[in-house]
């Protein structure tokens, strides 16, 4: 269970003050996918960072199960975003300097698996996937779908129980992304997870539970 109580995120700057998030409560149960769409600026990535715990409300609280995963420091929300979490965020954040296989290994390699294991868990997403064939590449070698892909395997790898996804096929072409949405959505079924996905594209719609629209800071449910 993913929950967050009255959510706000107010940001500061020189020149303005927006609420990006504006009382934010959102109940995401185990097994459920969540879409999110909204215009731009709407708020969806602050929102999105604030459930997987890179960042922190202004005011109000963020759960994960019983634990209430805005209240920890840094160092104990990365411990559990680890074991918990596949983030893949608008900027992909790849490591240029290292191979495919090696982004891809980074969480497993963190969570000190043996590398017999790194390597089956790295090779087998990457044959599911179809891009196994990129391997030994490094990103900048890469086109834009081919690193979104990167990006979702190695969120994927882990199968960590919440999978957060901002714009996951903002490079793919129609077909992949219909074939990442339902591989995302098997994987995240399978072990009883939690999906929730920020998307512009609304042929995700068949592949989620539940939607809701993101305007100015407020976020309501669609039915
Ligand atoms: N670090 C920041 N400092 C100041 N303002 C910020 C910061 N991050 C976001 N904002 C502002 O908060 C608002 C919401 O931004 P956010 O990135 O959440 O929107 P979004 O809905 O994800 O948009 P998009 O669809 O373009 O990705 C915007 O007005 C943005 O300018
Ligand atoms: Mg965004």
């Known amino acids: ?10 940001y500061k700057t020189k020149h303005y003050d927006i609420i990006a998030n504006n009382n934010i409560s959102i109940d995401i149960k185990n097994g459920e996918i969540v879409w999110v769409s909204g215009v731009s600026g709407a708020g969806k990535s602050t929102l999105l960072h604030i ?41 992909l954040e790849l490591l240029k300097t290292q191979t495919v296989f090696d982004n ?33 590449k490094k990103p900048e070698q890469l086109s834009g779908g081919q690193k979104q892909r990167i990006a979702i395997a190695r969120a994927l790898v882990t199968e960590a129980p919440y999978i957060l996804g901002d714009e996951i096929s903002a490079n793919l072409d129609g077909e992949t992304s219909k074939f990442i949405y339902n591989y995302v959505k098997t994987s995240i079924k399978k072990r009883n997870g939690i999906g929730f996905f920020i998307s512009h594209d609304t042929s995700i719609k068949d592949y989620v539970d539940t939607t809701y629209t993101m305007k100015d800071g407020i976020l309501e449910a669609l039915v």
């Open 1 to 10: 269970m993913i929950k967050s109580r009255n959510v706000c995120k107010e």
């Open 51 to 91: 459930l997987a715990s890179i960042d922190v409300p202004t005011s109000g609280h963020v759960y994960w199960g019983d634990k209430e995963i805005s209240a920890l420091s840094d160092k104990e929300r990365s411990h559990f975003r680890l074991n918990n979490i596949g983030l893949i965020l608008q900027s």
């Open 104 to 136: 891809i290994a980074l969480p497993l390699r963190f969570m000190k698996y043996d590398k017999q294991k790194i390597d089956t868990k790295v090779n087998t997403i990457l044959e599911e996937l179809n891009i196994i064939n990129l391997k030994n």
